[in-house]
Nanobody, 134 residues
Framework: QVQLAESGGGSVQSGGSLRLSCTASGLTIDDYTTGWFRQAPGKKREGVAAIDSNGRAAIANSVRGRFTISVDDAENILYLQMKNLKPEDSAMYYC????????????????????????????WGQGTQVTVSA
């Protein structure tokens, strides 16, 4: 049984930093398409960052230059390092894993832009809340 467990969320002031973690069990993160999505109240779930099995990353335009995605292969943990946080980054952040095994930045960027990711993507964590105050 696949389980994804996010941690690291919290409340910070604008300009602050957080590092989110996603611990996976039941699968190896590096074997599949994996990434982070977020959803603010009343808004659609949107892709933030994704990484393929070769370490190539795709970052959403809204967070590029501020967010970094990485994988600790030994610990089977996915990270999202967030710097210079803004109030508009406030949302529930979800770790997602898909059996599609997409490769290359173009393909995983397309994965981030899925119209209905909640339906299309295979596995989700429960989410961790990030709140950024002005």
């Amino acid at each position: 049984q696949v389980q994804l467990a996010e941690s690291g969320g919290g409340s910070v002031q604008s300009g602050g930093s957080l590092r989110l973690s996603c611990t996976a069990s039941g699968l190896t993160i590096d074997d599949y398409t994996t990434g982070w999505f977020r959803q603010a109240p009343g808004k659609k779930r949107e892709g933030v960052a994704a990484i393929d099995s070769n370490g190539r990353a795709a970052i959403a335009n809204s967070v590029r230059g501020r967010f970094t995605i990485s994988v600790d292969d030994a610990e089977n943990i996915l990270y999202l390092q967030m710097k210079n946080l803004k109030p508009e980054d406030s949302a529930m952040y979800y770790c997602a894993e898909d059996y599609s095994r997409l490769e290359g930045e173009r393909n995983i960027r397309g994965w981030l832009l899925l119209h209905s990711p909640e339906v299309m993507i295979d596995n989700w964590g429960q989410g961790t809340q990030v709140t950024v105050s002005a």
